[in-house]
């Protein structure tokens, strides 16, 4: 999982897997969900990120993560 953010345009991307994006979903007003033609979501994109939530919220990466990052 890839976390993106671009500042430009204020828009976050949580990027799951890099595979050509067949469908985008508009679930709300500035959230959309792009899925691979199987179906798969791979990527969550959430525009004007900053105005809508505190970068320490949007930044923070639990343990649980990164745990599954480690070395088994």
Do not use: C, H
């Not at 994006?21 to 679930?27: G, K, L």
């Not at 033609?37 to 990527?43: E, I, P, Q, T």
Request: proline share 3%.
């Amino acid at each position: 999982m890839i976390l993106e953010y671009d500042k430009e345009v204020d828009a976050l991307y949580i990027r799951i897997q890099e595979v050509e994006v067949a469908r985008t979903v508009e679930v709300e007003e500035g959230t959309n969900l792009d899925f691979d033609a199987d179906g798969k979501l791979v990527v969550v994109e959430i525009l004007n990120a900053l105005e809508r939530y505190k970068p320490q919220d949007l930044f923070r990466v639990s343990s649980e993560a990164l745990a599954l990052m480690e070395p088994v």
